[in-house]
Structures are given as C-alpha cells and as structure tokens.
C-alpha cells in the first residue's frame, strides 16, 4: 500500500542527518517517509561515534578563522530554540556558560583538554594560549542573553590571547597542561530515540533494509527507486553520503577512525582529548559506565594505517592507566563533503540539486541541531516550528546500539555476566 502513496518528502538515510530533518518536517504536519538501507536506523556513522557534544573550542587551534568554533556554538544556540520542549534535553542556559539539569540527553562530566607542552615551539605554545583563553570566554559566555554562534569571529579575538598563557607553559612542570573545556559526553541512543518519537507521533514513516538504488525526477513528482519498489513523492533529501556521491558525482572524503573499548577505567580517570602539534599524538578518552572507556584518537585518510595506528593508541593508554583491559575495536567511517583547498570538513552542507532534489551532509553529529532548522529555512523560507508534541519515550528496537555498547554486551554476554 506504502508503494502507492505519495508522500510530501522522502528522506534517504536513517542517520543523525535524515532523521534530524524528517523530525523537523514532521513538526510541520508534512507527509515524510524515511528510508534507510540498513535494518536499524543509526547504524553507520551515527552507531559508531564517539558521543562527545563538541562546543567548538576544540578547533580553535585550527586555521579556519574560527569558522568551526562559531558553527558549533551556533548549533547549541539552536539546541537551546528549537530542542528544549524535549523532556531529556537537559543542557540548560547560564549567565555563565552551560550546565547539565537531570539525568537526560548530555552527561555531567567535562571533557579535559590536555595541551602537549612543547617549550622550544613558540608557534605551538600561542596557538594553546589561544585556545585556553578561548575556552575562558566560551565557558562565562551569558547564553541567557546572547546567542554564541556569531559572537567569536576574529574581531572578538585580542592578539593577547595568543601570548598571555605562554609564561605558564614555560613554568610547567608536568607534561600536559590541563583545561577543564565546555565540552560534555551524551547519551546518543536516548536522543535519537526521543527524535524518532517525535516524528512517529508526528507522521512519519519508516522502511527500513530498503537501499535505494536510483532517482527519477519529472514534472510533478520524483521517485525513490529500490531493488523491490519505488516510492513518489514531491521532494526529497539525500541524506546518504554513499547515494549522494554515486547519483551527484560530490566527492565525499573517507576518514577511518580506529577506537578501542576498554575495560577498568580508574574511577578517577576523566574524559579527555591529548592535544599536541603533531596530531598523531592526539589521543583521547570518553568514560561510559561501569569502567568503561571508548579510547581513540585522529581519523586516517588510509585504511592500510588503521592496524599499526589502533596498537600505537592502546600502548599510549595502558601507559596512562596500566589496569584497563580491551574489550574489543572497530574503525569508524567518517564521511566528509571536502571544498576546494580542505583537507578536512566538520562543518554541515545543505544543497538543492534540483527544484525537487535536495541533500545534507554532515560534518559532526553535534551540528545536526543547527543544520535541521537550515534546511527547513532553506526550503519553506521560514523559521522551522519551536515545539512538538512527544508523549511516549519507551525506546524503540530500530534503533541500533552504538558499537562500543555492542562491544561490551558481546564480551559480557561471553563471560556469563549478563
């Protein structure tokens, strides 16, 4: 019967991306069908994250004029908008800064940043005074009264952010200068749930194993083309970096990400990032429960390097906490849409191909609370509706787990600790 309906718009992909954007359409009462090519949603990417909600200061050491610190901080200025009616949104406005209500979406924990100090790298050392005095501002920042996104550009960087913090690296006595950041860990399955609930009680419909194979477009409609069927519709949202780079010819960048879950995390251990001037020595840690760590570190543009670079991390952490044990690995697939010059994206896209074709791409899970409200500006030229209705939270089984999670219950179910 599905197959002879004609839905207001298809969106292709059952990731973060397409399912942020069906929520948001379905706000508006508009007719949305979800297709996803795997059989739970959340599968790809979006199941192999490292639930880390990044408030931007993590980029500031990048050279990009503060264009991703801004996105970032614009993306909890639309969390704040168009999310807060959710009951587990629990991320809460201050006078200074953010802070964590109940048990919900984002954990209260801070993720420590850990600058490498490198005494003879001058150049090193005022990019992380920068950053530190960046994390200063970010963290006093007055979200009851201003909005952040727009608020860092170069203008409100001083030239003294760059200088002030080197006398005390020249001081340090330990290796890593340590700053508690903005930056928080979530709990990404009870967000997408509480998304997925929202559309359903709002209309949407979900076919999932159903890859869709092509797209036809003509005058009045545009069809959706899968091995058993095709779907009609007046629109739709590629929101699929394999489809899209296959019907669009984009080029979209494959950056593999080795992490490793581990077992025994000191109960004293944070969250935390190694940030240094060779980003090879980068590494991180996000705590999950029960002892349990997600360990990583950068992403690598050649799958040849994943083996020797994933022991590389293990070592580092054992050196750190000597008891953990590892539960398992696996690579994590990032998938970029690059613009000329770049070597790297975090940032979002949101294309019209054509009057009826459109496609998102998305650079961190964390900007999908911004790039959901643009693509419903872009397409209706209005501000997306603020509230929605969301009654029942009982998890819903097509979602899937997030891999570290499959991980541990693979190991515990193997040891009989059920």
């Known amino acids: 019967m599905m197959a002879n309906k004609k839905f207001d718009w298809i969106i292709v992909g059952g990731g973060i991306a397409g399912l942020a ?15 996803e090519k795997n059989k739970k949603i959340a599968s790809e990417t979006s199941k192999e994250f490292h639930e880390w909600l990044h408030s931007g200061t993590l ?3 990048v050279p990009d004029d503060m264009k991703t610190l801004r996105y970032l901080l614009g993306a909890t200025d639309d969390l704040f908008e168009y999310y807060s009616t959710f009951d587990n949104m629990n991320l809460l406005p201050s006078e200074e800064g953010v802070v964590v209500g109940r048990k919900g979406w984002f954990n209260n924990e801070r993720i420590e940043y850990r600058y490498k100090v490198r005494k003879l790298n001058p150049f090193w050392m005022s990019l992380v ?11 006093k920042h007055d979200w009851l009264r201003r909005r952040a996104g727009s608020e860092y550009g170069r203008s409100r960087i001083r030239l003294k952010y760059s200088l002030d913090k080197i006398y005390e690296q020249l001081n340090a006595k330990e290796e890593f200068l340590k700053k508690t950041s903005p930056d928080l860990t979530m709990n990404s399955r009870l967000l997408i749930n509480d998304l997925l609930s929202s559309a359903l009680q709002n209309g949407l419909e979900i076919v999932t194993d159903s890859a869709v194979l092509d797209i036809k477009e003509f005058d009045k409609s545009v069809y959706a083309v899968t091995e058993k069927r095709q779907y009609a519709t007046k629109n739709i949202a590629i929101c699929s970096p394999d ?3 296959k019907l669009m010819n984009v080029k979209i960048k494959i950056g593999y990400a080795p992490i490793a879950v581990a077992d025994n995390v000191p109960e ?7 940030l240094d001037y060779y980003p090879k020595s980068c590494i991180n840690l996000l705590r999950k429960n029960n002892g349990v760590g997600q360990i990583g570190g950068i992403s690598l543009n ?17 050196i750190r906490n000597p008891g953990i044990s590892i539960l ?6 990032k998938k970029e849409l690059l613009m000329s010059g770049e070597n790297r994206n975090y940032l979002y896209h ?16 964390s900007l999908a609370f911004s790039m959901a409200p643009e693509f419903f500006r872009r397409v209706f030229k209005k501000n997306p509706p603020k509230t929605t209705n969301l009654k029942d939270t009982g998890m819903k089984k097509i979602v899937s787990v997030t891999s570290w999670q499959e991980l541990v219950d693979k190991k515990r179910y193997q040891n009989g600790n059920n």
């Open 243 to 245: 489809l899209l780079a």
């Open 129 to 139: 005074s920068r950053s530190s005095n960046i994390i200063d501002l970010v963290s």
């Open 328 to 333: 398992g690995s696996y690579v994590g697939i």
């Open 350 to 365: 949101v294309n019209q191909h054509s009057d009826k074709v459109w496609s998102t791409v998305l650079g961190k899970f």
């Open 268 to 274: 004293n251990e944070k969250s935390f990032v190694e």
């Open 21 to 35: 954007v069906a929520e948001m359409l379905c706000r508006e009462g508009i007719k949305v069908l979800l297709l």
């Open 59 to 61: 980029y500031t050491l």
């Open 302 to 318: 050649k799958k040849k390097d994943v083996d020797s670079y994933l022991e590389y991390l293990i070592n580092q952490h054992k």
